[in-house]
């Protein structure tokens, strides 16, 4: 079974400039998430997808960061403008189910690993 | 109070030994446990679930002590394989949150 693709895996920008980053789920998997992971830090969930409808987007930031799921299959994360802090690891999860049934494990992509200089 | 806290470390412990690692949360109404590994530069991924009545992987053991509000992970006959990152991860109603992890190094 393929696993959670993402891409690009490194991106270096300056900061103000943006930057797009799309996950691809496991196949037939409902619910997507994205994080950002800074270093030393557990991953924080940004935003969340049951399918194509946002479920949870309270921690994303929102004036500079936009994310969509159209279709209900493959995820962008934007950021316009990128900021020095925005370095971090951008990680997409899928997993099976729905969010009103018990929670089971989340499959995680390889992440995108960006610098904002 | 964070949702969910964990002890960084890093635990520095020689091959062999037992080492445990707890973690608190403060939401009483979470619903499910787990524990992620993460290796260095590398994503997260499931280690085991957290039952309530406490379970058992190999040299793995997992509990759960609601009325304390904490998880463990207890690691016996440590290798150096286990070196990592262990987050835990706790779910309540539509929420997952992470804990920022404990970095595990075996010596050998």
């Known amino acids: 079974e393929a696993g959670v693709a993402q891409s690009p895996r490194y991106k270096i920008i300056e900061k103000r400039q943006s930057v797009a980053f799309w996950c691809n789920p496991i196949?037939?998997?409902?619910?997507l998430y994205w994080y950002q992971q800074i270093l030393g830090q557990g991953p924080k969930l940004l935003i969340q997808f049951q399918n194509n409808g946002v479920v949870d987007d309270s921690q994303l930031p929102k004036d500079r960061f936009s994310a969509e799921r159209l279709k209900g299959v493959d995820s962008t994360l934007k950021i316009q403008p990128a900021k020095l802090e925005d370095s971090a690891v951008y990680l997409c999860?899928?997993?099976?189910?729905?969010?009103?049934?018990?929670?089971?494990?989340?499959?995680f992509g390889p992440g995108t690993r960006l610098t904002v200089l | 109070r964070k949702e969910v806290e964990q002890d960084p470390g890093p635990f520095n412990v020689p091959e062999g030994a037992t080492v445990a690692f707890n973690c608190t949360y403060s939401?009483?109404?979470?619903?499910?446990f787990f524990w992620y590994r993460q290796d260095c530069r590398k994503e997260p991924k499931l280690l085991m679930s957290?039952?309530?009545s406490g379970n058992e992987d190999g040299r793995f053991t997992a509990q759960l002590n609601r009325a304390s509000q904490y998880i463990s992970l207890l690691i016996r006959d440590s290798k150096l394989s286990d070196s990592a990152t262990y987050l835990c991860?706790?779910?309540?109603?539509?929420?997952?949150?992470f804990g920022t992890g404990t970095k595990l190094q075996v010596i050998p």
């Open positions: 196949s037939g998997h409902a619910t």
């Open positions: 999860a899928t997993r099976t189910g729905t969010f009103v049934s018990s929670y089971n494990e989340q499959f």
């Open positions: 939401n009483s109404a979470s619903q499910s």
């Open positions: 957290v039952y309530s």
């Open positions: 991860v706790v779910w309540g109603y539509q929420k997952v949150t």
